[in-house]
């Protein structure tokens, strides 16, 4: 018997005498999106998501009111069991995004299972003499069906296949710690390190472009990157292009999640015009651990020996020393000459009151 695999969308084909399909979701965690292949089950009394899942994508699990036993049709309790917490997950299925809530188990053969609750509030409608299932309700009509009815499927086994190979490629992207690269123009060039200890790998550009005098421009480098798990890239000056033409980096902090192309600002600090060839080094990329933290409000902060208000340079902060060099200016002549005798400035030098 065969299972089937379809991307959800208006109909979906099934097989005859089968009891679920697989579908094509996204759901969205605190870090990161993740592609999976869903079952949907009418047997199933409850959604559920696997507790193993939900740990390694960072989604955000709760402590259920009470806890329950899972049993299987008869009556038998199941080693998905107990649920201790429920998840509440913005998932997306075609072009509809809904925020799904989940019973956490054990599931040993699929990361996520859609059940009767899922399928009652989408109107599900499913034909197994035509070997199609329907979602009809208002709420799917008006966003789920907002692209055209084409259905891709595959077998079960293809896509339980997929989803290892997604938890496989997830499992090594952590381990991985190099730099992946994407070369979107045929001419444009790979980092490269100029000494194995390097902290930055050079970028290059794959054009050439003017830096006009004391101004600045935005140079294509050609590629686009993914940073290692837990860092994202920076971009810094090349130290002879700043010792030798003064051209400094402008910006340059690439979010793990961007894909885009690299773009580098680059800054002309001479009163000189610099020409930028194509293929030349320009900027260096530097991948950067992050630290996630959450900002929250506080009525006031912890007391340091650091003072909150920020003086001005040579400004004196000692009330008797204010007192002091005023009455010391007060005494000397103010002729328009002071500045020329010798007397005044030795006074001057000797007794101007130091600040410290």
Known sequence: MRNLYA????????????????????LHGTKRQVMINAMIDWLATEDFIDKGFCSKYNIRT??????????????????????THTAKVPMDICSLRELATFQVAKLPNHEVILGMPWLKQHSSRIDWGQGKITFESEWCTTWCLKESPTVYA???????????KAEFGATQSKKD??????????????????????????????????????????????????PPEGTCGRIAPLSSLAVKHQI???????????????????????????????????????????????????????????????????????????DQ????????PTTRHNHRDPQIQQKRRTNKPRIG
């Not at 991307?7 to 996204?26: F, G, K, P, S």
């Not at 009111?65 to 199941?78: H, M």
């Not at 595959?154 to 290892?164: S, T």
């Not at 900027?283 to 920020?310: D, F, M, N, S, W």
Request: proline residues 4%.
């Open 177 to 226: 710690k190099r730099i992946q690269v994407k070369l979107l123009d045929p001419q444009a060039k790979l980092p490269t390190r100029g000494l194995a200890k390097a902290a930055g790998h050079d970028l290059y550009t794959n054009e050439e472009r003017t830096i006009p005098a004391r101004g600045q421009e935005v140079v294509t480098t050609g590629i686009a990157i993914t």
């Open 248 to 322: 400094a980096v402008n910006a340059g902090v690439i979010d793990s999640d961007y894909t885009g192309e690299i773009k580098v600002v680059l800054a002309n600090m001479s009163d000189q015009d610099y020409q930028i060839r194509n293929g030349e080094r320009i900027a260096q990329l530097i991948a950067e651990t992050i630290v996630e933290r959450a900002c929250y409000q506080v009525p006031r902060l912890g007391e340091t020996k650091r003072p909150t208000k920020i003086w001005k340079y040579g400004e004196v902060h000692n009330t008797d020393l204010r």
């Open 7 to 26: 991307a959800l969308n208006n109909t979906e084909t099934l097989d005859n005498e089968n009891d679920h399909i697989m579908v094509q979701i996204r």
């Open 62 to 83: 709760m402590q259920a009111k009470t806890t329950r036993e899972v049993c299987l049709a008869d009556g038998q309790p199941s080693a998905m069991g107990p649920i």
């Open 154 to 164: 595959i077998r079960e086994d293809e896509a339980r296949e997929e989803n290892l």
């Open 325 to 332: 060099r005023a009455s010391f200016w007060k005494v000397l």
